[in-house]
């Protein structure tokens, strides 16, 4: 079908969806011209399905940004952003101005090049990293149905996301796909952009799978219509809500650019602005005559009734919260408000741990943390890539398995690290719960932009990543982590955790579960450490780093430690005082947290003797706490195969070492 | 069907498969059981499978473990490693001894609890972290296809596989599917061990998908078959051989630690040793009475047989290779030896940079760079991940796009990081071809642990990830690079470069193809900076650091930087001298190598003067050259979305900011 007869086919089906879908054509095609940067093409393309979806299906009230019991709305391509941008605006959330459409991609506005969770109302989450919006939007459905399941009054609300061909090459959306198929989570519904085009070309160029028989494999009920069909699109979205025990797919056959005369259908339209000329070409096609950004009267009326059209149930749902038994639970909930009982339960776990000191892997330590935590705060939901076991994160209080029939507290992800952690964003945008998910330390990697994306939005997420050195022994170099420590540490508000005994442990996820606007990273160790603290109220690893031994007065030297190295540190610094030597043993469980402290209380601690450290970790980046890597023991590249005893004898991470090194630095 | 019924059934099929399978089962349990650790449940239940493989379709001489033209095979659920180490022993292959199994998992052991890449002959290559060697799989398959296109004489082998489920829930497994399906890779075989057991359980937990119907959608051929059915088996295979416009998949049905009377089919059977009495149950079980580690005779006969099957072949193929027109050219290929044009065309490459400069953006430099390089050495074969308008990966040389019929020298690896850096794993320990692959450096999250696998094989592999900083504009912080070069920079065995101008990117692609042992990644630039360097022969970059300006005698101050921010430098530096202040400019193309280099050369290029640094990026790791994170002009968290100008100036990274913290610096 050629250009013209394909618009006046979409203009004959649906002329008021037409229409009103040509505002976000226009708007789209207006923005990127203005900013000369960003993607008309597949806002243009998808403007059709977003106008209906908007029009009849999402549940959604723009007076209401945050009402709990909306849809949530996601652009996983979200290259679109102009999409969202033009429907937010046109809808009426307030804070989406003409103005800021029109600085569209400038410095200060809240119309970031792709959208930004926290900027502007009606953005569910950031997305641009492909693949990531839809396995988040698995996170958002996954806490609807537990919430369903705790709050069966309140809560009953859908998940749809749009995306294009990028999400479902990358192998995140296969995770996402495979798990929301399994777990039958049927209030989600996608919308594929199936428009051929991708930024190399066509799709042809890479890829040529069946999706919807791909789907239709992984438990997915699959509808595929033309996407530029409005009576089409309104009985797919009608056919999605009523299927209800699997997620939905509807293959939307879309043109890319569709409007555009010469750009249509090619990847031209997709990542350059359309320009002045094309730009009037495309709109003259459409019908189109207002000026730059205008949107006549009558149109934005039109879309201004469609931002109200949730108000009246949106009310009703306030009017039935405030009637409600569970008010007060759900609201406490949603604002993410640790219960009262919280305080006492993380005091009886301090006690406990000191009238029994535990000599405990890190990792168990975390475990047994847990089992106090979970029970205190039902808002926590776990979960494991497939190493349970490992990791031991499932605690008797979330020891139900997570299923849609009965949605437990614990998901198993399976053998999909990016996967969770993407899942785990969109429990954690969703509101009302607390999720934690745990694997290996190294396959962090795996996961690596999920978590950078935690930072980015600032969510209580936490990672329990297990085996974090060479520690974990004999399954060798691809299961140790070496330089994870350092990579996680560069990440911009990521609190990395490195615990040295069962109090540190549970002090970290008590900063962990209270922490709002800071994801964290517990790295745990294998092997078993002692209890090095044995009493005291302070939660010292709030500090980030404290003194957690002194032998003499005037320090000659100053030990660093983390995790399973802070004992070979007191170990060490017990043989110095044997030797004569002064010391200071400072563990450091949280580099971020210590640079946040006063310079007062850093110099105290850091002292002015000089300073060694120990971590069985890459020594990159501790020179920002001793003059050079050389005064780091450490690891010097990768490990190896061999029971961690022999691993930490041959790589040199010794209390013997530790001695040797620091005579070596006092003598200077 | 029970235990017992099913070790008759499977002995009765075929006795003799049955009676050498036996032989591995027995080393895993034995090996597993004195290391006191490892994964006997998967080699025994793929022990079967293997036996067939190895007896009949299998082209491979355990006398010639390089032979170029050998069948490829790869354990990509790396934890059943004793099934490999066990293979390479009873066939023959001379470094696999029984002390080495034996020693399985133990320090200085060619046996690590994964299979090590270098370790061991017939180790293709390096696998434990799931789904990784299924995408590695799809290079070596890729290689295949390009080298028997240009060797057609010489180049006729498959790739065999064998995973389990983990390989195909992770997301990278779905990238290599899709991506092998698309390309139609006829010669890629894979053997899925399909045993309904993850590490948590049942696959139910979390997995449900219909495989099959999965890789059809994805144009794969499959085939199911009972994995402990012999002729079963031997037919699968047969036909998968058969089957050459398709990937095939052999689905397998099969029992995990096949034989042990109370562990088989369950996930007790996974990770952890049967131990001396379950290890005699399993052993009785299955009619085995030799002493622990003991083959009898006759089978150790018969499996060494099976090692020199190959040998006719492998003779014939060498007979073929000596008279071939392409003998020279192959093995030099092979040996990944450089053209000897190649010197000529470098220097080529800089005298035409010196008589026209350029001022470009480096991603810009880096095509000028590949336009000779690529010309010069026809191992060179490139790709992006749907970014080759951004990544500028795509000259003239490899402008032929790799299809299966018509495999050119680009590869469209689609919207898949992850697989991208996997595949091109798999293309350079193949042989025959250096492999280069584009994406953004923001997205080298997704890729990482591919990255960090070939670190650690040591492979020479290059990364051209452009948009190296918020140079990037107005994409925004999810686009936007800022921990990324310092995450990079810990891994070990890796060269970051992040280089100046178009000289220094030329340089840096001149050691990135000559490195043998290291891979080279490549931070790009979008934004155009000046050419700096004007004259001169000598590789600088190949020093890692040097002084690219020096103002005045006795430097006040040294300002080090790299890429984009070496020209601000330049500049603050004239501002500097034009106020009284001497100083000395360090361009740091890759600290990897200057860290490499001799102290006293280290010393004179850092001098004794106080020091600042520029990048646009996170500082961490900076202070290895400098006292402070203070005394960085550098990127304090994530960035935004604004024109690059406007960004540089937000964020304080300009000639101003850089001349003023060095007044303050040179106060002190």
């Known amino acids: 079908m050629n250009n013209q007869s394909q618009i006046a086919a ?39 399905a977003a106008t209906m979806l908007f029009r009849k299906h999402l549940k959604f009230d723009a007076s209401a940004p945050d009402w709990p019991d909306r849809d949530r709305f996601i652009l996983s391509n979200g290259h679109a952003s102009m999409l969202l941008y033009g429907l937010l605006h046109l809808t009426g959330y307030a804070d989406m101005t003409l103005d800021q459409i029109r600085n569209f991609r400038q410095w200060g506005s809240i119309t970031a090049g792709h959208p930004e969770w926290g900027h502007a109302k009606g953005v569910e989450t950031t997305t641009g990293p492909l693949g990531q919006g839809l396995a988040t939007a698995v996170g958002m459905a996954l806490a609807e149905r537990a919430l369903a ?81 409005a009576k089409a699109l309104d009985a797919a979205m009608t056919a999605a809500k009523a299927e209800t025990k699997r997620p939905s797919l509807i293959a939307m056959k879309t043109t890319i650019g569709f409007g555009s005369p010469n750009r249509a259908g090619t990847a031209k339209a997709h990542g350059a602005p359309l320009g002045e000329e094309e730009g009037a070409l495309a709109k003259a096609n459409l019908g189109w005559d207002s000026t730059p950004f205008e949107i006549p009267t009558q149109l934005a009326a039109n879309w201004h009734a469609i931002g109200t059209r949730g108000t009246d149930a949106r009310i ?59 029970e205190a705060i039902p808002a926590m939901i776990g979960g494991s890539a497939d190493l349970t076991g490992s990791n031991l994160t499932r605690v008797p209080a979330v020891d139900g398995q997570f299923t849609a029939e009965n949605p437990g507290r614990y998901i198993g992800y399976g053998v999909r690290e990016f996967g969770m952690a993407a899942a785990m964003n969109g429990l954690a945008l969703h509101g009302g719960l607390k999720p934690y998910g745990g694997t290996f330390l190294v396959f962090s990697d795996y996961a690596r932009n999920a978590i950078r994306l935690a930072s980015l939005m600032g969510l209580g997420v936490t990672y329990v990543m297990t085996h974090d050195s060479i520690g974990l022994g004999e399954d060798g170099p691809t299961h140790q982590p070496v330089e ?11 609190n990395v955790f490195r615990p040295a005994d069962a109090i540190e442990t549970l002090e970290a996820w008590d900063i962990a579960v209270r922490s709002e606007g800071t994801p964290s990273l517990l790295a745990l160790s294998r092997q078993d450490v002692p209890q090095l603290r044995q009493a005291g109220s302070e939660n010292l690893t709030r500090c980030g780093a ?23 540190a007191v170990e060490a610094a017990e043989i110095l005082q044997a030797e004569g030597y002064a010391s200071a043993v400072v563990s450091m469980p949280c580099w971020e947290l210590f640079d946040a402290q006063p310079e007062t209380y850093r110099e105290e601690v850091l002292g002015s003797a000089p300073r060694i450290a120990v971590e069985a970790a890459s020594a990159f980046g501790w020179t920002r706490y001793v003059d050079r890597e050389a005064d780091v023991i450490g690891m010097p590249g990768f490990g190896a195969s061999a029971p961690a005893e022999r691993l930490y004898a ?16 006092i003598a200077k």
Chains 1, 2 share one sequence.
Not at 159 to 175: F, K, N
Not at 337 to 355: G, I, K, Q
């Open 316 to 374: 009703a749902w306030e009017a039935k919260l405030a009637a409600s038994e569970h008010s007060e639970s759900f609201t406490a909930r949603v604002a993410g408000h640790l219960p009262e009982t919280y305080e006492r339960a993380v005091a009886m776990a301090r006690a406990c741990l000191f009238e029994k000191p535990q000599t405990v892997a890190t990792r168990k330590a975390s475990q047994i943390a847990l089992e106090h935590l979970t």
């Open 484 to 494: 994870h420590l350092a990579s996680l540490r560069a990440i911009p508000n990521l």
């Open 546 to 568: 404290y003194i957690i031994r002194e032998f003499g007065k005037e320090r000659d030297i100053t030990l660093l430690a983390t995790g399973t190295e802070v004992s070979l």
């Open 10 to 48: 979409a203009a004959a089906k649906d002329p008021e969806n037409f229409a009103l879908a040509n505002c976000l054509r226009a708007l789209a095609i207006d923005a990127v011209n203005t900013a000369n940067s960003g993607h008309p093409g597949a806002p243009m393309g998808m403007a059709d």
């Open 149 to 229: 399941a705790e709050f069966p009054d309140l809560v009953d609300h859908r998940t749809w996301v749009m995306h294009g061909d990028g999400c479902l090459q990358e192998g995140i959306g296969q995770e996402a796909i495979s798990l929301a198929g399994h777990l039958g989570l049927g209030k989600l519904n996608l919308l594929y952009d199936d428009n051929d085009i991708t930024i190399d070309g066509p799709t042809s160029i890479s890829f040529s799978e069946d999706i919807p028989a791909r789907l239709k494999a992984c438990g997915w009920h699959v509808i595929t219509c033309d996407g530029h069909d």
């Open 650 to 665: 041959e790589f040199g991470i010794t209390t013997e070492a530790i001695v040797a090194r620091a005579k070596t630095v």
